[in-house]
Nanobody, 122 residues
């Protein structure tokens, strides 16, 4: 079992920045591919970013590419999502996830955090 704990969400104005963190205490963190997904009210869960075990492969969803950056610190068992130039359409609950292979499919991720809310005001 892998416990994932997100933090860093909040309210920000359009054009602002936030950095989300996700820690996995007690896990063999470097064994997992890490991902970020988001879900806005009334919408399906959307892929945001994924990063492989040692960051050799990184992928972004089309709507965030060029604005968001995913990174990881394996000794700290933490993955980050730096979000810049935020837009109202980025408003969602952001979830951290862990899995065994690089993917953009939420169904392939075996472990999930409870999510952190990001609200971007216009």
């Amino acid at each position: 079992q892998v416990q994932l704990v997100e933090s860093g969400g909040g309210l920000v104005q359009t054009g602002g920045s936030l950095r989300l963190s996700c820690t996995a205490p007690g896990s063999t963190f470097s064994n997992y591919v890490m991902g970020w997904f988001r879900q806005a009210p009334g919408k399906e869960r959307e892929f945001v970013a994924s990063i492989s075990w040692h960051a050799e492969n990184i992928y972004y969803g089309r709507s965030v590419k060029g604005r968001f950056t995913v990174s990881r610190d394996n000794p700290k068992r933490t993955v980050y999502l730096q979000m810049n130039n935020l837009r109202p359409e980025d408003t969602a609950v952001y979830y951290c996830a862990a899995g065994g292979r690089v993917t953009t499919d939420a169904g392939d991720m075996g472990y999930w955090g409870k999510g952190t809310l990001v609200t971007v005001s216009s």
